[in-house]
């Protein structure tokens, strides 16, 4: 009987961590006797045949490297029945019986839709800086990226503090506040700005006002990206109707999502990888691996791409009590 044939690729916005996942998986498979086929460029490569065997070799010395070695890509054409079903006939041209997908929110539906419509044993790998997917304590990538925004405020803080400014500093996340929740209480912050809850200007200067009368010389306040509410909004408003105050914005943007992985997100990776591997000798269909409250769990993409608010009252409260 000819050995099982996994494909992996990695798709949607790259997180510090998938290069180790692909590690994993390559080398947990390969040590289960199974073959791996990787894919560039994720589902668009997978539409155009961009196809090559992978042995233990090729996932060398990358275990320390952001980004991802297999190239990524949001695709649209994936998103239509015709696009996937392009992506099948790739799929068994290169003889695969299994697909590993390392990403996102967008990347689990792509999965969940590719399984449905020709019945593919899929098996999801949640890597997204934003740690918006359900069913996972944490996401790949997301923990790298919450100490590159904590390195960068805590120099963003030196200039704050040597002006007496008020600086508002715009995190990723997409729709999730958790890193802007999570990275405001890991460098001080006196308040964060998520989208899930409204934040109103005239509290957010209070908090500001009641640090300057503690003598605090600078405030920073961190903001979830966002098209109309980002930290431009908010810096504006406050400059209109707070003009004592001396306010700057700082974009923190891609360079959030590069750089070498934390060893929390490589261990992350390397037991999610092997774990998918472990799912597919057990058979399992269309689900994420994923780890709750510690233990290794499957959970159905359905379910895993599920909107859910991830952002955290008592966490907010807590910037708000630290600040003092
Ligand atoms: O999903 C990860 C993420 O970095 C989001 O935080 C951000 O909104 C988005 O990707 C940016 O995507 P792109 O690099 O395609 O502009």
Redesign the pocket.
Known sequence: MKNKTIGLLTS????PGMNAAIRAVTRAAISSGYNVKAIYHGYQGLINGEIEEFTTESVSGIIARGGTILKTA?CDDFRTEKGRAKAYEQFKKAGMDALVCIG???TLTGALAFADDFGIQCIGIPA???N?INGTDETI?YDT?LNTIMECVDKIRDTAASHERIFFVE??????GW?AQSSAIASGAEAAIVPEKTTNVDQLAQYIEKGIRKSKNSSIVIVS?SPECGAMHYAERVKKEYPQFDVRVSILG?M??GGSPSARDRILASVLGSFAVEAIKEGQHNIMVGILNGTPVYVPFAKAIQVQDKSDQTFLNLVATLSN
């Not at 949607?12 to 997180?15: T, V």
């Open positions: 949607g916005g790259d997180a949001r996102g929110n967008g997204t800086i934003d918006d990538g990226t995190v990723m996340g997409r729709d999730a890193l990206e891609h959030q999502r």
